[in-house]
């Protein structure tokens, strides 16, 4: 049933440079859609304050099991010969980030970057980072541009931060459980290109926060397209934890709604402050 819906933008497509005519799938569209922008103008506060911990907020330590449902790569921007990390099959590979006991690793800030990107979304928040151009072209609204008044923050930018407001969490990298690592092929990446489709604006302004849709699969290994990565498989389990404090019930409620199996440690404030 389709109703009075707007129709669904499609993603920019790209030209076909495969021989022989068949579609190549490092070019194919990237799958995405737009969430729209609410009509509300978003709620702008003053932050709490780091100076103390207050009794009214809550405070504490989340510890994190993250389980790798689709073969993920953090990438490091580096190719290496594939024999200098064990993978004699592949000529060159990328690799992917690793801690400095050789374990797999996700940084914290790419953990509260993919966080942050959904909160601002079911919290009717500003962007967090706008580029330029568009910004200068007036093509998103006024009251999505990033915070820039550390006295008025939207309610992302007083949890996460924003320009000379530190946030009230702190995210460290998350590390595989076991040593080693799996080898596959993912897709060429591209940056996004708005000014090559219309599906970005919707009568001159940006149709909303883009959101990609989780990969089920690459492409299949053995294929003579694609990039060799360096990456952690199925069922390899990453460790971490997110420290946060004076958060309010509210706050910490819509974090844990993308983390729902998470333990909270009791940080043993007492009486200075509440704690799970």
Known sequence: MTGNRPQRPQPPSRPNRSS??????????????FVSFPKERPNLQRPVGHHRYFSDRLHGTLYLTLKVQTSLHVS????????????????????????????????????????RSVYEAITNSTLAVITSKYKRDNKYPSQRLPCNDKEKLCPASRVFGALNWQGLLHFNDAKCESMGFSTGFMPSLYRPRPDESS?????????GRKFYYN?????????????????????????????????????????????????????GLGDEGKSF
């Open 76 to 115: 490091t921007g580096v190719v290496v010969m594939g024999s200098d990390i064990g993978s004699d099959r592949i000529p060159l590979i990328k690799t992917m980030v690793q801690g400095v006991d050789q374990k797999l690793s996700i940084q914290g800030s790419s953990l509260k970057g993919c966080i």
């Open 215 to 267: 990969t089920i699969i690459a492409i299949d290994k053995g294929q003579n397209s694609g990039i060799p990565v360096q990456q952690a498989g199925r069922e390899y389990i990453f460790k971490t934890k997110l420290n946060f404090k004076n958060l309010l019930p509210e706050e910490l409620g819509t974090l844990k709604f993308w983390l729902p199996e998470s333990q909270i440690w009791d940080s």
């Open 20 to 33: 022989g005519g068949s579609s190549s799938p490092e070019l194919a569209p990237k799958p995405y859609e």
């Open 199 to 207: 599906a970005y604006f919707i009568q001159g302004r940006v149709a």
